[in-house]
């Protein structure tokens, strides 16, 4: 049986008033950080509430550690505990320009290149020694949920780290 064009217009209307109502009651739940079993300093899993805004943001990678050195020679970016703490400085400054902090910081994929003084080995230990600076500190204690992944090569010679991040607000 056909509805009449009155009808539908008028059950539309009724069923998105209710969906409108139905969002307006939606209450803003706090980010959960659902902590790892170890001591390792990442989540085991972050949990965000249907309040909160999800923000994707691009991969970061480091500024020049010595504009003043040749491009493509070590000194010119750093080793990568040097361009993880460039990275995360100038997430940080992003995420600022935007009101977000790190501490809204839920997922994170670092990509790491292996550094040749190492053997073409990824230095997973210089990244976490930079990322130990910035996360799970007295002052910004929260923890991301996190993979890191060696891959074979950035945007730029010589570069070894690139971090993208998900932040989760209910500003």
Known sequence: MSRSPIKQVLTGAVLACGLSMAAATVVAQDVIIHPNAGTFPIANAVEVGPGASIIFHSGVTPAAANPDAQ??????????????????????????????????VVKMTVFLVGDPAMGGQMDFDGFMEAYRMFWGTPEQPRLPARSTVQVAGLVGPLMFVEVEVITATTR
């Open 71 to 104: 491009r493509g020679t070590p000194e010119f970016y750093g080793d990568t505990k040097t361009q993880a703490i460039s990275v995360f400085n100038r997430m940080q400054a992003d995420l600022e320009r935007h009101g977000l902090s790190m501490g809204d």
